[in-house]
């Protein structure tokens, strides 16, 4: 492995990292400012890189230490990424560092894409990845996975080339909350924070089908769709699900091959039988706390849909008498 280094930017090529950071549109190439869309810069970046086999990461003033640690952090987690996702990074690639939230604000990389948001996925912009620094360890360790995870998966799905990644990209529609929810997936298969948020949303009674579902939360139904079918179909099959519908650019065909069903029967099959899993959770707790009795109602309507699920909450007292 080459040692990792740091690197201040020549002159010379100033005029090409100025040219990275300018806004690209696949729809549109000519036009890449729009207008609305400048951004108040506060403070000009000077920025200089540290350099790793696999990554270029770019910080300024006072990040090194800081991308020291992401690019140890992503030399780590690439070779689990890579074997989840069954493929190769290609070449370097780019992360943008910012040190807190607020550069991450203001800067324009990315004008005219919405990249930029305060939760959910991290978002690629040209092929880089922009991420800030929070205070949390933790979550920057996911988004530095969610980043790479999303490279990979482009790759695979579209070529990392532009023109190829353009070309393929109208040619397979997958649906965004699939493919957002995969990137997720690979990041992090499940975890206690995503169990409560599907369990709430699942029993709550908002929605009568997945397409309502992952028309509102995008993300979580994506991640626990594949979540879901790691369960019931093998792990392994998820990224495979995933080549089959690139390959036949149907996702019934991958569902046929994976599942033995349709797509939609798949789908409908997940909100049934996650609603029946916490259900049965719900009532098959013991650990309610003392003093309390929780009485579990099922408001399910009887033609099968998708109903709300009550659970009420009983203060009861210990009398003692002295006979």
């Known amino acids: 492995m080459r040692d990792m280094q740091s690197k201040s930017l020549r002159p010379e090529i100033v005029l090409g990292i100025t040219l990275l950071f300018l806004p690209f549109s696949l729809a549109a190439q000519v036009n890449t400012v729009e207008f609305g869309k400048n951004r108040v810069q506060y403070e000009k970046f000077s920025w200089k890189f540290y350099q790793s086999p696999n990554f270029n990461v770019y910080f300024n003033q006072g990040g090194l230490e800081l991308a020291k640690y992401i690019t140890q952090v992503a030399e780590e987690e690439l070779d689990s990424i890579e074997t989840d996702i069954d493929y190769s990074l290609q070449r370097r690639t780019t992360l943008v560092l910012y040190d807190n939230y607020d550069d991450y604000k203001t800067s324009n990389i990315g004008l005219g894409i919405d990249w930029q948001n305060a939760g959910g996925l991290t978002t690629l912009v040209n092929n880089k990845i922009p991420i800030y620094f929070d205070g949390n360890h933790n979550t920057l360790h996911l988004r530095i996975r969610q980043g790479i995870a999303r490279i990979l998966t482009d790759n695979i799905l ?166």
């Not at 033995?260 to 409908?268: A, G, M, N, S, T």
């Open 158 to 323: 579209f070529g990392d080339d532009i023109g190829e990644f353009a070309s393929n990209q109208a040619l397979l529609d997958l649906p965004k909350w699939l493919t957002d929810g995969y990137v997720d997936y690979i990041a992090q298969h499940w975890s206690t924070e995503n169990d409560d948020e599907l369990k709430n949303a699942i029993l709550g009674g908002d929605y009568n089908n997945f397409y309502q579902f992952a028309f509102d939360k995008p993300i979580l139904a994506g991640h626990a769709f594949w979540y879901y079918i790691a369960r019931k179909y093998k792990p392994q099959n998820v990224t495979y699900f995933l080549y089959l519908a690139r390959l036949y650019k149907n996702l019934n065909t991958a569902s046929e091959r994976i599942c033995k069903k349709r797509f939609k029967d798949v789908l409908q099959d997940f909100m049934a039988e996650e609603q029946t899993r916490y259900i049965a959770d719900i009532k098959q707790r013991r650990n309610a706390p003392k003093g309390k009795l929780s009485v579990v109602e099922d408001l399910t309507k009887s033609d099968g849909e998708f109903g709300k699920i009550r659970e009420t909450t009983y203060d009861y007292y210990k009398v003692q008498r002295d006979w």
